[in-house]
């Protein structure tokens, strides 16, 4: 470069018929971008509140757990000390084991009459009918979070879906000290549980929220 | 733009011929104590003072301090290390308070306000002062009680960002100066690609795809951590957004005006030649996966897509010249480790079969089949030896010791090649380099281009000034011989026996020099065809040609 260009103005950019085309490409390629940006945003906080449905969970699970060992807690559905729970823990080791819900899908009451008080079924209707719990919203369908058995990626029906397992200690030499199990209607909450609460994401992959002692 | 400068041979510097930092700053200790500490710190035209790295440590402050910002957004990251943020914010608050004090008592020294009636006002009001006040003065109004909401007080913070312009301004004033006259699409290419007109600018436009690199790729990292995706989805997803929009701008801006470079002319077959680089192909793959599974996810599972978002760690490779040696070697080299991959394919299916032959009946379960004895071959010749699966009959352990031995030496190979064709493809580059040395200081003496080339080739070679310097001592001393020899009589030469080696050494560098300048297969083509070589010199040509090789 000459010293002489140093001294002259500055000039303006001339643009040619291709640097507005790529101009304007450009602006196209960036709003694509951002809008793509928007949705993946979108679709995120929709997990973020899928999680935050599962922290609900936790969160009144948490806050039950002490309060529900006491004998005159006045939740009798999730009450540990309630005395239908004795004969449900006897119904449940005479009649055979009720079927768990089916991987993926929702979990039905598909026993005809009412679970006893003191069982993990009583406490679920009661949680789902009558607690917070029950105005929550699935933010995928617009409905409320259906409570799976587990998240399977292949089928989308479960997105924004909460899990909630058992986390049964394993016998003493196993390769892992504890295993997840999923509940069924009839299993006693007499005594204290560890909870695993996961929920599904928007590709049905679980995301763990918490373990807790219900 | 800085003045042409010629270094003369006889009081050539390396150091300031190659720009190094570790130059001692000329200031004169008895200066008046504000010129004194005005030429250590903030003058821009004492090479070897601290100017630039008050600069970069500013900046990195500067950067840092937007890091923090966006950190103390998630209450995640914020609420168990409140301390910390606190004492940073102190911190930057010092180091920014002090900066503009020493900036405004160092004023009447600066080349912009000397000339001002009031050189401490002057600077008060010019724009830099204005941001650089912006920056702290939130801190002491909270300090002096001043209720302020706290989103106003962090979007006041987000204004120490501005103070960047300190080092962007000049910067774009430098490209545009640069650029005057240019078209567009070249400002575009100057801006993106390695050339004369890119200055400072182009240095701060790789170093910010740089910093965005890494950081998608720390978020990648960091997402895989169940824990810490949990807390911070949110937010790697708006990370991975932006970072998608700025590498897909880039993209577009390197297809846009890669015509500006040499053989990349044709406006499309030039655009599709340079869509296929390697490294226009990494920054392709880099934005991909985002596309595809923003569009895709709900036809199929792409999730595992995620994992090449790692292949932008790949973009840093255009950054790093070692990387196209390392090319350049392997595809030079790729008929010999072909071979050897094709040895190691046979005794890997040879191995395997053999293990499965001994092996299969005592371990049906181990050496099922043939295809699963391949893993044990790769993990045996490999010297890798899991020991998950081992032989256990005689044969099957003889037949080990053998193959494991064979293994070492046969898998040795390609490591060994590379090993030896980088180095000495180094060294072809630093003769180059030499070779070119020679001719520069035919003249006696280095002009700007010359010495930009020194400067680019040193910094390519990864060449220490003490390199370059031996480098130049050498030319200059073959450079010297040869002036002196040629002026000389063949006779007289031919008494002197250590002149008529130092000239036979010149004629056989002449000659590798001309094997290595000309095309040898035109050259040897013409000579065969003229028949214009005796046999004496045509193997000659050969041994030093071969040599050279």
């Not at chain 1, 719990?133 to 259906?146: A, C, G, H, S, V």
């Not at chain 2, 050539?12 to 500490?37: C, E, H, T, Y």
């Not at chain 2, 081992?390 to 053998?402: C, L, N, Q």
């Not at chain 2, 070492?408 to 070119?436: H, M, T, W, Y």
Request: hydrophobic residues 50%.
């Amino acid at each position: 470069m000459d010293s002489t260009s140093n001294n002259q103005p500055t000039q303006s950019v001339k643009l040619t018929g291709s640097d507005i085309v790529f101009l304007l490409s450009m602006v196209v390629v960036v709003a694509i971008v951002t809008l793509l940006g928007m949705m993946a945003y979108k679709d995120a906080m929709k997990t973020e509140v899928t999680k935050q449905n599962g922290e609900a969970w936790v969160e009144w699970l948490t806050k039950v757990s002490a309060e529900r060992m006491k004998p005159d807690y006045e939740i009798a559905a999730c009450n540990a000390k309630s005395g239908d729970a004795i004969a449900a823990e006897q119904a449940a080791a005479a009649a055979p084991p009720a079927a768990p819900a089916a991987a993926g899908k929702p979990e039905e009451n598909k026993e005809a009459a009412a679970p006893i008080d003191g069982t993990w079924g009583a406490c679920l209707n009661h949680i789902m009918n009558n607690t917070d719990i029950k105005d929550l919203i699935n933010p995928f369908t617009k409905e409320r979070p259906q409570i799976v058995a587990q998240c399977v990626p292949a089928d989308r029906s479960l997105v924004g879906a909460i899990v909630l397992e058992k986390i049964v200690p394993t016998p003493p030499g196993s390769a892992v000290p504890t295993t997840n199990s999923q509940f069924v209607d009839s299993d006693s909450i007499e005594n204290k549980i560890q909870i695993r609460v996961t929920v599904c994401d928007k590709g049905a992959y679980p995301i763990k929220v918490a373990e807790l002692e219900f | 733009m800085e003045q042409n400068k010629s270094y003369k041979l006889e009081d050539l510097d390396v150091q300031s011929l190659l720009g190094n930092q570790d130059i001692v700053a000329d200031i004169a200790s008895d200066l008046p104590f504000r010129k004194w500490l005005y030429s250590w710190l903030l003058d821009p035209n004492i090479p070897g003072n601290y100017q630039k790295a008050v600069d970069k440590w500013i900046g990195l402050l500067i950067v840092a301090n937007l890091f923090v910002l966006v950190f103390e957004h998630v209450p995640a990251l914020y609420e168990p290390y409140k301390g910390f943020y606190h004492v940073f914010d102190i911190f930057s608050v010092i180091v920014f308070t002090i900066e503009y004090a020493v900036r405004f008592y160092l004023a009447p020294e600066d080349e912009e306000f000397k000339t001002k009636k009031n050189a401490h006002v002057s600077y008060l009001f010019s724009p830099f002062a204005i941001i650089d006040f912006l920056a702290i003065a939130p801190f002491y109004l909270k300090l002096l009680g001043i209720p302020l909401d706290l989103r106003i007080l962090r979007f006041l913070r987000l204004l120490r960002i501005l103070k960047l312009f300190r080092i962007l301004i000049p910067a774009y004033a430098d490209f545009v100066k640069l650029n005057q006259g240019r078209t567009f699409r070249q400002r575009v290419h100057a801006l993106v690609f390695p050339s004369a007109f890119g200055g400072k600018m182009q240095e701060i436009f790789d170093a910010f795809i740089g910093v965005w690199v890494l950081l998608s790729v720390f978020a990648v990292i960091m997402e895989s951590m169940a824990s810490v995706s949990y807390i911070l989805n949110l937010q790697f997803v708006i990370l991975d957004s932006v970072a998608v929009g700025i590498f897909t701008i880039e993209y577009c801006m390197r297809i846009y005006s890669c015509v500006e470079e040499p053989g990349f002319k044709s406006p499309i077959g030039g655009r599709f030649k340079q869509a296929k680089t390697a490294s226009t192909l990494i920054d392709f793959l880099a934005i991909l996966p985002f596309f595809l599974e923003v569009f895709l996810h709900h036809l199929i599972d792409l999730r595992f897509l995620r994992v090449f978002r790692l292949a932008r760690l790949l973009k840093l490779t255009r950054y790093n010249d070692a990387t196209a040696i390392l090319v350049k070697v392997v595809v030079r080299e790729w008929p010999v480790m072909s071979a050897s991959a094709f040895i190691m394919m046979l005794l890997v299916v040879l191995t395997a079969s053999l293990g499965y032959l001994f092996e299969h009946e005592a371990q049906p379960e181990k050496f099922e089949n043939i295809p699963q004895s391949i893993y044990w071959a790769v993990i045996t010749l490999a010297s890798v030896g899991y020991g998950d699966i081992s032989p256990v009959t005689p044969m099957g352990r003889a037949m080990t010791i053998v193959l494991a031995l064979i293994g070492i030496g046969i898998f040795a190979i390609p490591a060994a090649l590379l090993s030896s064709a980088f180095s000495d493809q180094l060294v072809k580059e630093r003769e180059a380099l030499k070779a070119n040395l020679f001719e520069m200081l035919k003249d006696g003496h280095i002009d700007e281009d010359e010495a930009n080339f020194i400067r680019q080739e040193a910094k390519r070679l990864h060449l220490t000034t003490e390199e370059v310097n031996a480098l130049i001592e050498m030319v200059q001393r073959e450079n010297e011989a040869a002036h002196n020899i040629k002026e000389l009589p063949i006779h007289v030469i031919a008494e002197r026996p250590e002149i008529a080696v130092e000239h036979y050494k010149m004629l056989v560098g002449q000659i590798r020099q001309l094997s290595m300048l000309t095309d040898t297969t035109k050259f040897e083509q013409t000579a065969k065809e003229s028949d214009s070589l005796t046999a004496t010199e045509w193997s000659l040509w050969q041994s030093i040609k071969a040599k050279q090789n």
